[in-house]
């Protein structure tokens, strides 16, 4: 009983320590960069000075291998002192005999026949759109014309759970003419929307995929985030199979590309251009998505900017009231579907639609600390809700500020050019600007380091970082910088 009590125990410490990591993660990294590649890590094993952790997919495991293994070991080694290194592995996709993985070569490409258990839906990475959509369909996936890639796709996302209003109708309406047309009906070609973080690009673009694949003449969609493209056009190069990349993209007919302001690289940006050129030509559908317009997208090559302008640029606007109402309702709805105790009083989804001005990510934050108060038996009182809607009003004014303000502020405040601030140039009457700018961006918007390095020339998330101590610590020691700072803030916000 003594042997069962501890490892009962050290679960519970393994767990507590997995959800301290990823509260960290989420605070360095943002919302997004952890929902997209952290969410679903797990922590296996701890000991020796070697922590252990597993992530569903192999592509997962070399991403984050890539880009954060040493945030990884940094935080661990905090939360585990002795820590020494942080190993990362692919879990097994058979568990218990409840997933059968086949592969075989047909035509040149993968196919891949599974069944999912719904105790683990992530246990399989998707290789393709249409891969995912059969496999809710039916047992067996008949891959034979499939692509060989492209980023998971959430079945969750489909137009009827997209919530229209009068900042997303043209925009929905554009998403659902691309969807149900048939071959050669390209009225909006390339399709480029955009928006502000949490008003529902990624949930657009995958109802597009999940109508597409659906469609009888069963068109070849491709999935894809900017980061994950840029992955698979590194690995391709690397192993000299660039060629074999580039005839499977241009051989799809509808090709999403989510978070376009990520896409970095000369060599890639002109690969990105050239498929750009090759399927448009060829009257193949071409969506894109970003946190601005095209043409605001100043690390994207020139060419690149230019084409995707030349399309039709549709903008997804913040919420307005009956919307924000319309979100929350639905969201009360679904819940009570799951928990038939659960209430939300009318004047309470009127308070946080009115209050809460933001994004969906927002009232969905909102809308979660109910839901959390409910399930712990503690319904939200009015001077707790009164609370939670002054906390998210505060950081709804700061995230009005952009990157662009900031630098726009500080170049004038300091004598120097935008482009001074962006370039590699080292010396002191540019670097001392540029830190400020960086500090005021990670304490006056939500971005996140790696966020801002790249928006800051394509630095790495450490130098940000770096930057961001120096100047809390220079602020700390020193009144009249501290006061500076003040002045330059208030400026912005203005």
Known sequence: MRHGADMQGGERDQ??????????????LGQDIFMSWFQRMKLDNLGKGICQVSVPTAFLRSWIQSHYQELLTEIFADEVPGTLRVDIVVRSAVRGGG??????????????AAALPASEPEAL???????????????????????EFGSPLDPRYVFDSFIEGASNRVALAA?????????????????????????????????????AVRRKDQPRVVYLTAEYFMWRFAAAIRDNRALDLK????????????????????????????????????????????????????????????????????????????????????????????????????HMIEAIAKRVIGSGRDLEGAF?????????????????????????????VERRVRIEDILKFVSRHYN??????????????IVRPRQIAMYLAKTMTPRSLPEIGRRFGGRDHT???????????ERSGDERFSNELDIIRRMIEE
Do not use: W
């Open 416 to 429: 120097v050019t935008r482009t001074d601030l962006l370039s590699s140039r080292r010396t002191k009457t």
């Open 15 to 28: 767990a507590e320590v997995m959800e301290r990591v990823k509260a960290r993660l989420k605070a360095q």
């Open 125 to 147: 990475e998707v290789a393709t759109v249409r891969d995912l959509a059969a496999r809710q369909a039916e047992p067996e996936v008949l891959a034979a014309s499939q692509p």
């Open 247 to 346: 005839e499977t993209l241009r051989g799809i007919d509808i090709l999403i590309i989510d978070d376009t302001q990520f896409l970095q690289g000369k060599s890639i940006q002109q690969e990105f251009c050239h498929l750009l050129n090759a399927l448009i030509d060829s009257a193949k559908q071409v969506i894109c998505a970003a946190d601005r317009p095209a043409s605001e997208l100043e690390s994207l090559d020139p060419r690149v900017r230019s084409r995707l302008s030349n399309g039709i640029t549709l903008e997804i606007g913040i919420p307005d009231y009956d919307m924000r109402r319309a979100i929350l309702e639905s969201r009360a709805e679904a819940m009570r579907t799951e928990d038939p105790s659960f209430s939300m009083p009318d």
């Open 368 to 396: 979660n600390q109910i839901a959390f108060r409910h399930s712990l038996g503690q319904p939200l009182s009015q001077a707790h809700l009164d609370d939670l809607l002054n906390q998210l009003t505060r950081a709804n």
């Open 463 to 473: 130098t940000v970082l770096h930057a961001v101590r120096k100047i809390e610590n």
């Open 99 to 112: 997933v059968t993985i086949r592969s075989s070569r047909i035509g040149g490409r993968t196919a891949a």
């Open 175 to 211: 998403g659902k003419a691309v969807a149900e047309s048939g071959p050669g009906a390209l009225r909006f070609n390339p399709l480029f929307i955009h928006a502000a973080v949490g008003l529902g690009k990624t949930h657009l673009l995958q109802a597009i995929a999940n109508a």
